[in-house]
């Protein structure tokens, strides 16, 4: 199937752990991007890598940091957690570089669901 | 005031019922929206998309945009149970990879 998957789904921790979320996208995108999702269904955009450049750093604490190895993946690892960082996050991707009025839409995964305690 | 604006709801319609979903935003520079849908504890996926100004259809689903007023909406015709779900707008300008999303409004249809 042709998809943005990410692992794990469910994360639940400690405060103070280290964890890492892994996110693949087969769809030949080459931006892809991490975004988290408060409990009130909110999305705010944290990173995005083009073609494994770093294009958009938000104003997201330095225990989060993306990596991307390639275009078809991204990680986000995050250090020292803290009870909020509970919350969803989620991968995406889109295809850049289309002509104007071309369907630069985002494309998400399931989301990976941490709750630390 | 947030760049875009949408009412949280939660909005409940009878089966049948027409549902109206709308957005606001203050960035002029917004060329292209989108509506997602997204059930509980699903990611969001992409409804519709439209590029500038005026509308478009697809099966009981229509988007339009008002870029004058800086408005835009869903309409939901013959709204069924299985459209009850979170619906986010979203947009963005050309030349940035930057998607700004609404709050989302929950919408409830009942049988």
């Known amino acids: 199937d042709t998809a943005v998957s990410q692992t794990p789904k469910y994360l639940v921790t400690q405060m103070g752990n280290d964890k890492s979320i892994k996110c693949e996208q087969n769809?030949?995108?080459?931006?892809m991007y991490w975004y988290k999702q408060d409990s009130k269904k909110f999305l705010k955009i944290m990173f995005s890598?083009?073609?494994?450049?770093?294009?958009i750093n938000e104003t997201v604490p330095n225990r989060f940091s993306p990596k991307s190895p390639d275009k078809a993946h991204l990680n986000l690892h995050i250090n020292s957690l803290e009870l909020g960082d509970s919350a969803v996050y989620f991968c995406?991707?889109?295809?850049?570089?289309?002509?104007?009025?071309?369907?630069?839409?985002?494309?998400f995964g399931a989301g990976s669901r941490l709750t630390v305690l | 005031q947030k760049e875009v604006e949408q009412d949280p709801g939660p909005l409940s319609v009878p089966e049948g019922a027409i549902v109206s979903l709308n957005c606001t935003y203050s960035?002029?520079?917004?060329?292209?929206f989108m509506w997602y849908r997204q059930y509980s504890r699903k990611g969001p996926e992409l409804l519709m998309y439209?590029?500038?100004?005026g509308n478009k259809e697809d099966g009981r689903f229509t988007a339009q945009v008002d870029k004058s007023s800086k408005y835009i909406s869903l309409f939901i015709r013959d709204s069924q149970p299985s459209d009850s779900a979170t619906y986010l707008c979203?947009?963005?300008?050309?030349?940035?990879?930057?998607?700004?999303f609404g709050t989302g409004t929950r919408l409830k249809v009942l049988a």
């Open positions: 995406a991707s889109s295809q850049e570089g289309l002509p104007v009025g071309g369907a630069n839409v985002l494309t």
């Open positions: 960035n002029s520079a917004f060329q292209y």
């Open positions: 769809l030949g995108h080459d931006t």
């Open positions: 890598y083009n073609n494994k450049e770093l294009i």
């Open positions: 979203a947009m963005r300008t050309s030349g940035t990879y930057k998607y700004i």
């Open positions: 439209t590029y500038s100004s």
